[in-house]
């Protein structure tokens, strides 16, 4: 820990003529795992599609392991080690499981390959030649991840994806950002569920109107527990 990965500055994001971020300062420590809360609104989702270039226009600066990256298109921005998992997900339904698998490219520096990708998600490996409609959605979410972690990205945006899913699989999840984790990879989540996300998270940012209002970290949660009650209503 202590070598900045990501470091984000008076970032603002537009979507057409709606300002959605007015001024996002954080930065993510290679290794870490930090959490943005909030409640719906507060700019969680854009802060992370303004880091791969997905929104209409941003301003400010984001750097990438020291490397300027705010006027990047978003191809090159993944090219530098990011992986973005939507809410939607954005599994291709016609293909099966793993053909979904097969798609970034198959000598992608660092990148899991598919028997690793089997060891972490075993369900996946059941369900390979299943098509990707036929897939629960507990399983969809891990698919998504683990195309991801084909590309050989090691920072890992992960936008709600415990969100509307079963307990079991929820624990699935987290389990999986343990062991990721472990393997050095450095991870940005929005998370709704706060259960899943406060043993997870090294650290904790509460974002309010497009700004980030409140940073703490794992050892400082009890003690915030009633101003998190108050900005999210958890």
């Known amino acids: 820990m202590g070598t900045r990965f990501l470091e984000v500055k008076e970032l603002q994001g537009w979507y057409g003529e709606s300002h959605v971020l007015h001024g996002v300062n954080f930065h993510v420590d290679e290794g870490e795992v930090v959490t943005l809360l909030g409640r719906n609104g507060a700019g969680r989702t854009s802060t992370l599609r303004a880091i791969m270039g997905l929104i209409g226009s941003r301003k400010g600066s984001i750097k990438v392991r020291g490397t300027e990256a705010i006027s ?57 030649n299943s098509q990707g409609t036929r897939l629960s959605g507990g399983e969809q979410q891990m698919l998504a991840v683990a195309r991801i972690l084909r590309t050989g990205a090691k920072l890992l945006l992960l936008d709600e994806i415990s969100e509307g899913l079963a307990p079991v699989i929820v624990q699935k999840l987290a389990e999986m950002v343990v062991a990721l984790r472990k393997q050095g990879y450095t991870i940005v989540m929005v998370e709704q569920n706060f259960r899943f996300a406060a043993p997870l998270a090294d650290r904790f940012l509460v974002m309010e109107h497009g700004r980030i209002i409140q940073e703490f970290t794992q050892a400082q949660l009890p003690d915030r527990m009633a101003q998190l009650h108050e900005y999210l209503g958890v």
């Open 72 to 128: 990047l298109p978003t191809h090159r921005i993944a090219r530098m080690g990011l992986g973005y998992c939507p809410e939607e997900r954005g599994i291709f339904s016609t293909l099966s499981c793993e053909e979904n698998l097969m798609l970034p490219p198959k000598q992608a520096e660092g990148g899991m390959s598919i028997a690793q990708i089997y060891d972490m998600f075993p369900n996946l490996k059941e369900r390979a």
